[in-house]
């Protein structure tokens, strides 16, 4: 029974789930909502020596947090599974002994010497350097006599004559010939399955209708195309996807910054923030809008709409369009989100009002969470150090000495402060020594903050209480002449 569009996202678990892999599996997903398909969660983990259960539990956790959830993987029930690699050895095995019985693969026996000695030899001559199929007409006996040597054969798949040309989703008509392709390993001598023959059998069985990676995949595809053929399975529609750069045009790397989808999330990012900036390095929406929500990412998803050119990772948009995620946040989730942080850097929150006040007055001057914990710093503090240059020369002017202390007058005669006292307090200030503007309200936000920016001033007074705001201006009086 062949079944509606399929699509899988099908990490390797061994390292932390990159950025690009993370968009990938977006763009997967976001097609699979978007035709009413089904998103296969696939890992690959064939490779026993770099594969960690640890990375599998990221995997899950990562794309858990970004809000993709698979409908089928290796947590859930699906009629193709199993979905880990490492438990269908049995069905490649099987794929590749019915390959060999049919002729369209053969036993190697080869040493990587003698390998290496073939590249050499092709090299040196200027041939295309491919296998040169020393072992496809071996003997029964010849076979034999390498088995008792102690020799355990690979098994390479006999690659036909012509050409290989399909239709990509993304690229339009991409042509391979296979004579610079040559006959390729697909088991190798221990049992365990190559690459490109795992993942041929692997969405051939689940009957992936749509495979939609990224386009460093390209030069995998005839060879996974050959082998679906030979083993008699549809061959899938490609989608490759445009790698993701740099500013600097080369491939994301650490030198880059962050990475991998866990340091995003440790910073402090919006799942859904991230969902979109990274919908919106390949694809974009035929509107203009780049803020964009997940239900609108899945109305609106469109291969047509992909590009073909290189995606530029650019941080300062990620942080913009993370700020803009957060700035129309409800102040009841973010405090929410923001606790752990405070809670990481040491500061009290047991008195959850004050900790929404306090969120609720950064709402709109970080970017990402992380960023709350130095903006935060100043309603958590006793003392107040003044080490901004411009801070200091607010300090030192003999207009702030006299806004300093008529401000001190005024506190001795209220009991408690809060916005609309400050207010008053201030008016009485300027018409007390007749300062204005930027030299009336400056002092104040520095001898309290140590920064001439900020919170809004009446809020962040509030927030302090009279008592705190005395002492702090007390402290600064005559310190800075």
């Given at each position: 029974m062949k079944h509606s569009a399929r699509v899988r996202f099908a990490p390797s678990p061994t390292g932390h789930l990159h950025i690009g892999n993370a968009r990938t599996a977006i763009l997967n997903w976001l097609f699979a909502r978007h035709v009413g398909g089904t998103f296969i969660l696939r890992i690959e983990d064939t490779d026993p020596e770099r594969?960690?259960?640890?990375?599998?539990?990221?995997?899950?956790?990562?794309?858990?947090?970004?809000?993709?959830?698979?409908?089928?993987?290796?947590?859930?029930?699906?009629?193709?599974?199993?979905?880990?690699?490492?438990?269908?050895?049995?069905?490649?095995?099987?794929?590749?002994?019915?390959?060999?019985?049919?002729?369209?693969?053969?036993?190697?026996?080869?040493?990587?010497?003698?390998?290496?000695?073939?590249?050499?030899?092709?090299?040196?001559?200027?041939?295309?350097?491919?296998?040169?199929?020393?072992?496809?007409?071996?003997?029964?006996?010849?076979?034999?006599?390498?088995?008792?040597?102690?020799?355990?054969?690979?098994?390479?798949?006999?690659?036909?004559?012509?050409?290989?040309?399909?239709?990509?989703?993304?690229?339009?008509?991409?042509?391979?010939?296979?004579?610079?392709?040559?006959?390729?390993?697909?088991?190798?001598?221990?049992?365990?399955?190559?690459?490109?023959?795992?993942?041929?059998?692997?969405?051939?069985?689940?009957?992936?209708?749509?495979?939609?990676?990224?386009?460093?995949?390209?030069?995998?595809?005839?060879?996974?195309?050959?082998?679906?053929?030979?083993?008699?399975?549809?061959?899938?529609?490609?989608?490759?996807?445009?790698?993701?750069?740099?500013?600097?045009?080369?491939?994301?790397?650490?030198?880059?910054?962050?990475?991998?989808?866990?340091?995003?999330?440790?910073?402090?990012?919006?799942?859904?923030?991230?969902?979109?900036?990274?919908?919106?390095?390949?694809?974009?929406s035929q509107s203009g809008d780049e803020i964009l929500s997940v239900d609108r990412l899945i109305k609106e998803f469109d291969f047509s709409r992909i590009s073909k050119s290189a995606a530029v990772f650019n941080v300062e948009k990620l942080d913009w369009m993370n700020g803009q995620y957060i700035r129309e946040m409800d102040v009841e989730k973010l405090t929410q989100l923001a606790i752990p942080f405070f809670d990481k850097a040491g500061y009290e929150t047991t008195d959850y009002e004050k900790t929404k006040k306090i969120v609720a007055a950064l709402q709109d001057k970080i970017d990402y969470l992380e960023q709350i914990i130095d903006q935060a710093k100043i309603f958590f503090q006793d003392h107040i150090t003044i080490d901004e240059t411009d801070a200091r020369a607010v300090i030192r002017k003999d207009t702030s000495q006299k806004v300093f202390w008529s401000f001190l007058r005024e506190l001795r005669n209220i009991d408690r402060i809060d916005v609309d006292i400050f207010r008053n307090i201030m008016k009485s200030v300027q018409k007390e020594t007749g300062i204005m503007g930027r030299d009336l309200w400056m002092p104040i936000r520095v001898a309290l903050t140590g920064k001439v920016h900020g919170p809004e001033l009446p809020v962040v007074i509030e927030l302090f209480g009279k008592d705190k705001c005395q002492r702090l201006v007390e402290n600064i009086v005559g310190g800075y002449r």
């Open positions: 594969s960690k259960s640890e990375y599998v539990n990221r995997i899950y956790e990562d794309l858990n947090w970004l809000g993709i959830q698979w409908d089928e993987g290796p947590d859930t029930e699906g009629e193709f599974g199993p979905y880990r690699q490492s438990m269908r050895f049995e069905l490649y095995q099987r794929y590749a002994n019915k390959l060999r019985e049919e002729g369209k693969a053969y036993n190697c026996y080869c040493t990587p010497e003698e390998l290496e000695q073939m590249r050499k030899d092709a090299v040196r001559e200027g041939r295309q350097v491919t296998y040169n199929r020393k072992c496809l007409h071996l003997s029964d006996a010849e076979e034999q006599e390498l088995i008792h040597a102690g020799r355990k054969p690979a098994v390479r798949f006999k690659v036909p004559e012509g050409q290989v040309e399909f239709e990509d989703v993304v690229k339009g008509t991409i042509s391979f010939d296979v004579e610079n392709i040559g006959d390729f390993v697909i088991m190798r001598a221990e049992g365990i399955p190559t690459y490109n023959f795992a993942c041929v059998v692997d969405d051939s069985l689940m009957q992936i209708s749509h495979v939609i990676r990224g386009d460093d995949h390209v030069s995998n595809t005839p060879r996974q195309i050959l082998l679906t053929q030979a083993l008699g399975m549809d061959v899938p529609l490609y989608a490759h996807i445009p790698m993701i750069l740099g500013a600097d045009r080369m491939r994301l790397s650490k030198r880059h910054g962050a990475t991998s989808v866990d340091e995003y999330r440790a910073k402090g990012y919006i799942p859904e923030a991230l969902i979109n900036f990274l919908s919106l390095l390949s694809w974009s």
